[in-house]
Nanobody, 119 residues
Framework: QVQLLESGGGLVQAGGSLRLSCAASGRTFSGYSMGWFRRAPGKEREFVAA????????TYADSVKGRFTISRDNAKNTGYLQMNSLKPEDTAVYYC????????????WGQGTQVTVSS
């Protein structure tokens, strides 16, 4: 089992930045791929970014490419999502997720952290 806890959300003006953190516990984080997802009010949860367990090339949703950066520090069992040039449409609850190497589904989820971008 892996437990995930997000932090770093908040209220920011458009054009500002936030860095989300995802602290993992329970198992060695290095053997898990990590992803970030978000759910805006009235919308389905959507993929934001992911990085594989072996530090392969990260992937991003088109809507955040060039603005968001996913990273991880396995020594600290922590993942990050650096969000720059934030837009009001980035407002959502952001979730951290993890899956074992080779798995096809995201098995572990955090409780989410709210990000609100004002115009």
């Amino acid at each position: 089992q892996v437990q995930l806890l997000e932090s770093g959300g908040g209220l920011v003006q458009a054009g500002g930045s936030l860095r989300l953190s995802c602290a993992a516990s329970g198992r060695t984080f290095s053997g898990y791929s990590m992803g970030w997802f978000r759910r805006a009010p009235g919308k389905e949860r959507e993929f934001v970014a992911a990085v594989r367990w072996n530090f392969g090339m990260p992937t991003y949703a088109d809507s955040v490419k060039g603005r968001f950066t996913i990273s991880r520090d396995n020594a600290k069992n922590t993942g990050y999502l650096q969000m720059n040039s934030l837009k009001p449409e980035d407002t959502a609850v952001y979730y951290c997720a993890a899956r074992r190497a080779g798995a096809t589904t995201w098995d572990y989820w955090g409780q989410g952290t709210q990000v609100t971008v004002s115009s």
